[in-house]
């Protein structure tokens, strides 16, 4: 009888144990751009340690950073850097918002594969996204209207590309605001007088992307800084991440994690 209730205490043990390993888990919320990054990055992860469960969300750096504020999300995928308001917001309820830097990117402007304009500067992407250049003839190319395709509030992206491109000026009212780089990609590649703007990570054969301020966003000009568009990639947590979270971002930092970077079409860190 003693060894029969040994037995089944092991098997009780073991089982509480199964249970207890795979809770175990590790919510992410925010950028569309980093989900990528993140997801690929998280099979592998879990490959290597199965006790460890990863959820992953998209809906925005805006989404990420408000989850990471009301503690349902362990790391806030941003695709900028969060605001003094946020990071104020944040430390009023108790949570201490640290970044970790994951990839680099360069947001690349793309209009319709059709389209013969091969460069644009800042300054007419400006005045094409505020309305003041209509027409593709404007800057070197054919007679066709313009349709601004843009991100909407919550994007992080829109946040970077309204600063480095737009110098926070006002969206054209017409624009089409787009929820997902995949959305932008898709919309322009089937709008002949199209132009957006998205992660490196989401290029297509479909569109066609034009240098900005005659610069390629590429390794070199990324790293280098020299695209005018180039930015970092971030998670954050709540304070330093420590135990699986610290694991999981040390392996997505590590080379194993960076070539997963460079496979999803971004820039590793160095």
Not at 54 to 78: C, E, M, P, T
Not at 229 to 256: H, P, V
């Amino acid at each position: 009888m003693n060894k029969k209730y040994i037995i089944v205490a092991l098997i009780l043990l073991l089982a509480i144990s199964f249970a207890v390993a795979k809770s175990r888990k590790i919510t992410c919320s925010g950028s569309t751009t980093v989900l990528p990054i993140a997801q690929a990055a998280a099979e592998a992860y879990m490959d290597k340690h199965p006790d460890v469960n990863i959820s992953i969300r998209g809906g925005g750096s805006g989404v990420g950073i408000a989850a990471l504020q009301n503690g349902s999300a362990d790391i806030a995928n941003s695709s900028r850097v969060m605001k003094a308001k946020e990071i104020s917001q944040a430390k009023s309820k108790g949570i201490n918002p640290t970044p970790y830097a994951v990839a680099l990117d360069g947001i690349a402007i793309v209009v319709h594969k059709s389209n013969s304009v091969a460069n644009l500067s800042i300054a007419q992407i400006r005045d094409i996204y505020n309305g003041k250049i209509k027409n593709w003839s404007e800057v070197g190319g054919p007679k066709l209207p313009i349709v601004v395709i843009s991100r909407d509030v919550a994007s992080g992206t829109f946040e970077v590309f309204n600063e480095k491109a737009l110098g926070g000026s006002k969206v054209v009212s017409s624009a089409q605001l787009l929820a997902s780089n995949n959305a932008v990609a898709s919309t322009v590649g089937s709008t002949p007088g199209g132009i957006g703007y998205i992660g490196l990570g989401y290029l297509t054969e479909e569109i066609k992307t034009v240098k900005v301020n005659s610069i390629t966003p590429n390794t070199k000009t990324v790293q280098d800084g020299s695209y005018p568009l180039a930015r970092k990639l971030y998670m954050y947590t709540n304070g330093k991440a420590k135990g699986d979270l610290g694991s999981y971002i040390a392996f997505i930092q590590s080379d194993a994690g960076q070539k997963i970077v460079v496979e999803q079409g971004f820039i590793a860190l160095k």
